[in-house]
Structure formats: C-alpha cells, structure tokens
C-alpha cells in the first residue's frame, strides 16, 4: 500500500530555516499536503501542492517536490519559536483518505 | 468557521468497558473520518464513512466500530476498552469528492484506559 515516510525529529536555532523532508511512494498522488499541530490541538493544513508544480512559495513557506524522485520539503524562513509543532506530510488522490506521514516534531531553540 | 467537535477532551475509561467517541461537523460534509494518533506511529485510520449509515474500514478497525445514523454525527466505539487503545482519536470531515483542502480535524479526544 501508500507509504509516507518522515524523520521524526527536527531542532534548529530561532531565526534559521528550517526543513523537513518527506518521501512517498504512491506516484498517482494528486496532491501532496503539509499539516501542522501545535500541542493539545487537531490537525492544521498549512499548504499544499499540486502534483505537477516542482514549487509553491506561500510567505515563510516554501514547499519544493521532486516527483522523480517523489520526495517533498516544507520550508520555513526565519522560524520562529511559534513555529514548534509536529509537521505531518500527507499524500491524496480523488476521494479515498489522506494517507499521512509519522510526523516530523520541530523544536526551536530560542 | 467550519467545526469539527468532540465533545470529550479527555476521558479515562476501565478496561472492558464501553465507550463512546462523538464527533459532530457543522459544514454538511458527506466524509467523515476516525484516525488515532500514537507517538512515533502518527496519524493511522480506523474507520471513515461516506454517507449516512455506510462505513469503510481504514487501516487499523479491529477493537472499534462506528455509527453514522445522521449525516452530522460519526461516532467511535470501543466495544470492550483495552489498555492498547489509550491513545488521542481524532474525527475529522470533508466535502464528498474533495482533496486534502477541505479536510477539517477536530481537536481531538485523549482516552486513557485503566
């Protein structure tokens, strides 16, 4: 079946970026998700991408997929420590479930 | 704005108990979705429902049902709790044919089971 992989930890300094990676493996995904949850909280999609742009840039964030490689990033310019939370990768086609990714925790160090 | 309630934040059961999991959507979503969530284990699909009265199992249903009699309410049984199933369940909705845009989450519901 789909698969979504993710590091399960990320730490950086405030200020730098940041960025999680993500690989999948189902190549007829349509799009292609980046969900954030902050603590005690449900699910915030944050962006996402069609599956035939290689990038989306949306203020602090930039979403770059590489679908020969079927990998996906979320970046995060000058991250912030609001911006700790776990990062989830999502992959979709039509109308069955997301398939989601474990979830990467981003930690920022003030 | 579009709600996804649950009405029980948290909740600590016995186990062999039964409990139930409510989740109500305000936005008239044909889909509907149970997932629980686990550290290191993320996001995995219980049950979903695409209408009223129907259901599909997800990834992982054993231990669990759901009902969907209206069309607004998706709720999560766990017909005999067991101490595996203390975990954070989260519903979630979204419009009948629509992409991962849509899909609103509830807040989530903690059960621990003792």
């Known amino acids: 079946g789909e698969d979504v992989e993710q590091s399960l930890f990320l730490s950086v300094r405030e200020g730098d970026s940041s960025v999680i990676n993500c690989t999948y493996t189902d190549s007829s995904s349509t799009y292609l998700y980046w969900y954030k949850q902050e603590p005690g909280a449900g699910l915030q999609l944050l962006t996402y991408i069609f599956s035939n742009m290689d990038m989306k840039q949306d203020q602090r964030l930039t979403v770059l997929l590489n679908k020969k490689d079927k990998h996906l990033s979320l970046r995060i310019a000058d991250t912030q420590t609001g911006d700790s939370a776990i990062y989830f990768c999502a992959e979709g086609s039509g109308n069955t479930p997301l398939v989601f990714g474990k979830g990467t925790r981003l930690s920022v160090i003030a | 704005d579009v709600k996804v309630t649950q009405s029980s934040r948290y909740l600590v059961k016995r186990t062999g108990e039964k409990v139930f999991l409510e989740c109500v959507q305000d936005?008239?979503?044909?889909?509907m979705f149970w997932y629980r969530q686990d550290p290191g284990l993320g996001l995995r699909l219980i049950y979903f429902s695409y209408d009223v009265k129907m259901k599909e199992k997800g990834d992982i249903p054993e231990g669990y049902s759901v009902s969907r009699e209206k069309k607004e309410r998706f709720s999560l049984i766990l017909e005999s709790a067991s101490t595996n199933q203390t975990s954070m369940y989260l519903c979630?909705?979204?419009?009948?044919?629509?992409?991962?845009?849509?899909?609103?989450f509830g807040e989530g519901s903690w059960l621990t089971v003792v």
């Open positions: 979630a909705s979204t419009r009948q044919g629509a992409l991962g845009n849509t899909i609103y």
């Open positions: 936005m008239d979503h044909e889909n």
